[in-house]
């Protein structure tokens, strides 16, 4: 029998899939476990076999496990029961399922569920499969009564379990490798929120929620089958194939389905929790105020005014008994607004009423609705609730056309820990911090929710995005000049960290071109805060004092030329004390001398005021010869440092030394631990040179010590000559999978390319390396066109292989 059963559960799976599937799969176990249950001469009074769960509901996806309660009334002989159990048991564990089992009486069980809230909600889904159905009919109603007699201590123990299961989880709708089940918005949040309607004290949404559910089910459903096991996890390696089991386009379009099917579940879960904290306050404090009132009628909830047309009630903003949303197209930004302001939650019931009635805003806006939503965007982190509620019932993208494009749109960057949409949102929220910083603080707030809004077009998001930001400007109510500067914005939300993380900024062609590229005093104010937004909002790998102070400095220096100075070519930087003293040594000694110190910045303005680091300066200094860069960088990749910023320079010695020497200073930071001693890194350094120390051997043994785990395929390098990026030298751009030792392997490439390496900016972002190098020839010139081109290609060709 296991063997027929298994052959036509392998059939079904084949066969059906959603719905039927899950619900054919149920029927063909409990017809299994029945003949199980029957297959003994004994009489079995008194005794059922009762499915719970996921099973209980019907719910089996292809590698679910099964969870039973053998249930008893007591009478029937325990080695009798015992001998059932192990007769339905060791055949399910025989086929290798997993089985989640308990025997007990029903008052047993009643007591397990008391003490423990899990086993409780397992039994709310209690179906009888077997044996005595009275028995197990019996056990329902009891187990339903004590959940709603006991639903005002319960509840509020199952809102802080869900919490915690988020914190541990994370957000569905924002993960890239989620967790169907225990991340917040997912299978078990739905399960919570049929407990809490089970319970008659409040109720979910019901509109998209059992969709919703399908949706992740049937994901999980895929999941199983494109995995051949039980797991809830969606790695990333097998979205592609989950994806087409269900027969969509690819992986992202499987993850925006995830996405919006989990926005749906935390929207509901949100409201119902809210609704459930707003019952139990209500029935503590009925019985004070009927005591007050003298047993007389019903108190009414106070309504106090928030806005026209908008009031608060019960905690919650509501639309006053006299708006009249079908006649006031700005109702819901001014509702909104009101509520982000406030610091409360939109009711439920006033965000439908507004979608199902409100007009659509003519176009320019009026001058009140740009200010409400600028009003919004400003309230700080109480604008991402109200924002949702919005988006929730279809408003946004009402008033928004183009936020259909980004919503719920996941980003393959490990930089990245939002999706496009809340990152639009977050970096609002960002922003407003920043509004005393600016002379234009409504700029600011829309530039921030429009810089990646070209994410959802082909082509470069920002080139694609100012059309879209110039068409959104105009649309809201912005003059012509408004417009500009948000366009401006949206087209170059990059352009300060990428020059001052990736360009020399001591070239005056550098400053130029972004004073050229930003064009006043005002929009640099406004790119600056809203660079800063934008990357805080990203992800904490994204910003990091040391890039603000590369940031603030390429900001003063433009700010300068828009001021109308003219920034002169730098005359050759004496070296300092130290540098001096490092070099004649290593002339004098014929080898690599160097020196390790720490940098750090001013005290920021956190409570503690410490400083905190921005790295450590490495100062080397080697008689001039080849192969220095690609040395350098192999031996700092054997002793796990990672290389922030490089320059290096030929150094001509005092008349009475007679000599040059190559001097390299360098921004490193230790992966982890603590940073090697000076001597080791001096004696690594003087083999490498020497020959003797095979560094890339060396760095591929350590990678075949620690195999990394499979995980997606990174995208080939690409590289580029930046045109226009120096006068002084040619920029050669390296875009690349971050990995140990790559600056090294660049590093021996263009030594082999025959150019000289002026400096290096490194730049890494997540799992992405963004590095640019200034060469020149041998005699100092800029590379020609042609020979710059064919640096690049080889380079990349290097890189690719």
């Known amino acids: ?347 439920l019931h006033a965000v439908r009423r507004m979608a199902a009635a409100a007009r659509p805003l003519p176009t320019p806006w009026p001058a009140e609705a740009r200010e409400q939503l600028v009003t919004l965007l400003g309230s700080g982190r109480s604008t991402v609730e109200v924002w949702e509620a919005l988006e929730a019932e279809g408003l946004i993208t009402r008033l928004l056309p183009d936020w259909e494009r980004v919503r719920c749109r996941p980003q393959r960057n490990a930089v990245h820990i939002w999706t496009v949409d809340r990152h639009l949102i977050e970096t609002a929220v960002r922003a407003s911090e920043f509004a005393r910083r600016v002379h234009r603080p409504d700029l600011l707030l829309v530039a921030a929710l429009l810089h990646d809004i070209g994410k959802g077009w082909p082509g470069d998001h920002s080139v694609a995005g100012e059309i879209i930001a110039r068409d959104v400007a105009a649309r809201i109510g912005f003059d012509r000049t408004e417009v500009a500067v948000l366009a401006t914005l949206v087209r170059h939300h990059l352009l300060l960290v990428e020059t001052a993380t990736r360009r020399d900024l001591e070239d005056p062609a550098t400053v130029r071109s972004v004073a050229e590229a930003v064009g006043s005093q005002g929009t640099l104010e406004l790119l600056h805060a809203l660079t800063e937004a934008d990357a805080l909002a990203t992800g904490p790998a994204a910003w990091s004092s040391w890039r603000a102070s590369l940031v603030a400095d390429l900001v003063k220096r433009v700010s300068a030329v828009l001021a109308g100075d003219d920034p002169e070519e730098p005359e050759a930087v004496a070296p300092t004390a130290e540098q001096e003293r490092l070099s004649i040594e290593a002339f004098r000694t014929g080898g690599p001398v160097l020196s390790l110190r720490a940098q750090t910045e001013p005290p920021t303005e956190e409570p503690s005021g410490d400083p905190e680091p921005l790295g450590v300066e490495l100062l080397i200094a080697v008689p001039d010869q080849e192969g220095v860069l690609p040395a350098v960088a192999g031996v700092l990749a054997m002793h796990r440092l990672t290389v922030r910023t490089a320059e290096l320079r030929a150094l001509d010695l005092p008349d009475d030394v007679q000599g040059s020497v190559l001097l390299l200073d360098w921004r490193v930071a230790a992966e982890y631990g603590s940073l090697p001693q000076a001597a080791r890194l001096r004696a690594d350094l003087v083999r490498a040179l020497d020959g003797s120390l095979d560094i890339a051997a060396k760095l591929a043994e350590r990678d075949a010590a620690y195999p990394r785990r499979r995980g997606i395929v990174a995208p080939p390098a690409r590289v580029t000559v930046a045109s226009a990026g120096s006068r002084r030298a040619t920029v050669i751009e390296v875009r690349a999978h971050d990995a140990p030792g790559l600056l090294h392997r660049i590093g021996r490439a263009l030594e082999r390319a025959d150019v000289r390496v002026r400096s290096a900016h490194v730049s890494t972002l997540g799992a992405n390396a963004v590095d640019a190098f200034y060469v020149t020839d041998q005699e100092g010139a800029p590379l020609p066109g042609e020979q710059a081109a064919s640096v690049a290609r080889s380079l990349e060709e290097t890189l690719r292989g």
């Not at 325990?78 to 025989?94: F, Q």
């Open 1 to 347: 029998m296991p063997r027929r059963w298994a052959r036509a559960l392998e059939i079904t799976v084949k066969a059906q899939s959603g719905p039927p599937r899950r619900a054919a799969l149920a029927e063909l176990t409990d017809d299994w476990l029945t003949g199980l249950f029957d297959a003994g001469a004994e009489e079995l009074r008194g005794i059922s076999l009762v499915a719970v769960g996921g099973y209980g509901r019907g719910e089996l996806s292809p590698r679910s496990d099964l969870d039973l309660l053998l249930l008893h009334d007591g009478s029937a002989d325990k080695g009798v029961v015992a001998a059932l159990a192990d007769r339905i048991w060791y055949p399910i564990w025989d086929l290798g399922l997993a089985l989640d089992h308990s025997v007990r009486t029903p008052a047993e069980a009643r007591r397990t569920s008391g003490e423990d809230l899990k086993v409780q909600l397992g039994l709310l889904d209690a179906r009888h499969i077997a044996g005595d159905l009275g028995l197990t009919a019996g056990l329902r109603t009891a187990v339903l009564a004590d959940w709603r007699n006991q639903a005002p201590k319960r509840l509020p123990e199952l809102q802080e379990l869900c919490a915690e299961r988020a914190e541990r989880q994370g957000e569905l709708q924002y993960l890239l490798e989620p967790d169907l089940k225990e991340a917040r918005g997912g299978l078990r949040d739905a399960t919570a929120l049929r407990a809490v309607a089970a319970s008659w004290l409040a109720d979910a949404p019901r509109e998209g929620l059992a969709d919703a559910r399908k949706r992740l089910l049937d994901v999980r459903d895929a999941l199983h089958l494109a995995t051949g096991r039980a797991t809830d996890r969606l790695s990333l390696q097998e979205q592609d194939q989950v994806a087409a089991e269900l027969g969509l386009l690819d992986a992202d379009t499987l993850l925006r389905q995830v996405y919006e099917a989990a926005r749906v579940v935390s929207y509901a879960s949100d409201v119902t929790w809210r609704e459930v904290g707003r019952v139990l306050r209500s029935r503590a404090v009925r019985p004070r105020l009927r005591a007050m009132l003298g047993g007389g009628s019903k108190p009414v909830a106070e309504r106090s005014p928030l806005a026209e047309g908008v009031v608060e009630q019960d905690g919650e903003v509501v639309l006053a008994r006299a708006a009249r949303p079908e006649r006031d197209p700005v109702l819901p930004l001014r509702a909104a607004a009101a509520a982000a302001q406030s610091g409360l939650p939109l009711s």
